[in-house]
């Protein structure tokens, strides 16, 4: 009998591990490694603010996790997606003889997508919130500082902006562009979007006579 009891239990216990590996999973697994993994970069931005703090970085980006993990992306019906791939191709045109302009217009348009897909905080151009940021860094921990840095480029005084900084900003805020455009859940492999996003992602952005 007490052999029976003992096989009982450790199948128990077994049922019990199983169940919180498929509960935790890779997305929602917790503690240093779980936190660097999921936000990768991200991770180390935040622990940067913190001054090394490792425990207060993790605390905070555990609390986002907290708040905006459950988060579940509105879909963009396919007529959508066109309008705003068409609408960056323009962008990238226009920033060829205006690109202070095209930055600003872009940091606009990424906003309002982001909106359309439900993550908070105001498309406004001056209205962009912390929390903004902060729910896109837990789905898109990958793609999220492109968008920050050029939203700080498109909201500076554009007298100290170089071109090339300009250039930058908007190249790399459109990985971030291109993963609310199509959908796909974060990677870390590099992979670039494809299809109508990847069209126009060798569009040159060399202003008008910049000899290259």
Same mark, same amino acid.
């Given at each position: 009998?007490?052999?029976?009891?003992?096989?009982?239990?450790?199948?128990?216990?077994?049922?019990?591990?199983?169940?919180?590996?498929?509960?935790?999973?890779?997305?929602?697994?917790?503690?240093?490694?779980?936190?660097?993994?999921?936000?990768?970069?991200?991770?180390?931005?935040?622990?940067?603010?913190?001054?090394?703090?490792?425990?207060?970085?993790?605390?905070?980006?555990?609390?986002?996790?907290?708040?905006?993990?459950?988060?579940?992306?509105?879909?963009?019906?396919?007529?959508?997606?066109?309008?705003?791939?068409?609408?960056?191709?323009?962008?990238?045109?226009?920033?060829?003889?205006?690109?202070?302009?095209?930055?600003?217009?872009? !940091? $606009? +348009?990424?906003?309002?997508?982001?909106?359309? &897909?439900?993550?908070?905080? @105001?498309?406004?151009?001056? *209205? #962009?919130?912390?929390?903004?940021?902060?729910?896109?860094?837990?789905?898109?921990?990958?793609?999220?500082?492109?968008?920050?840095?050029?939203?700080?480029?498109?909201?500076?005084?554009?007298?100290?902006?170089?071109?090339?900084?300009?250039?930058?900003?908007?190249?790399?805020?459109?990985?971030?562009? !291109? $993963? +609310?455009?199509?959908?796909?859940?974060?990677? &870390?492999?590099?992979?670039? @979007?494809?299809?109508?996003? *990847? #069209?126009?992602?060798?569009?040159?952005?060399?202003?008008?006579?910049?000899?290259?």
């Amino acid at each position: 009998m007490s052999t029976v009891l003992i096989v009982i239990a450790l199948a128990v216990v077994f049922v019990i591990v199983v169940a919180a590996v498929l509960y935790i999973g890779p997305g929602r697994a917790s503690g240093r490694s779980g936190l660097k993994r999921r936000f990768g970069p991200e991770y180390d931005r935040v622990l940067a603010r913190h001054d090394g703090d490792s425990k207060a970085a993790e605390r905070e980006l555990t609390e986002r996790v907290g708040r905006h993990g459950e988060l579940r992306p509105e879909p963009l019906p396919a007529e959508q997606r066109e309008q705003y791939v068409a609408m960056w191709a323009g962008l990238q045109e226009r920033f060829v003889d205006t690109p202070r302009e095209a930055v600003v217009e872009a !940091d $606009r +348009l990424l906003a309002r997508l982001a909106a359309e &897909r439900g993550y908070p905080g @105001g498309p406004e151009h001056e *209205g #962009r919130s912390d929390e903004h940021f902060e729910a896109l860094s837990v789905h898109h921990p990958y793609q999220v500082d492109g968008y920050r840095r050029m939203h700080r480029v498109a909201s500076a005084d554009g007298g100290g902006t170089s071109t090339e900084e300009l250039r930058e900003a908007l190249v790399g805020a459109r990985e971030l562009f !291109d $993963r +609310l455009i199509l959908g796909h859940p974060d990677r &870390r492999d590099g992979q670039r @979007g494809s299809g109508a996003v *990847g #069209r126009n992602r060798n569009f040159s952005l060399r202003p008008k006579g910049s000899g290259v």
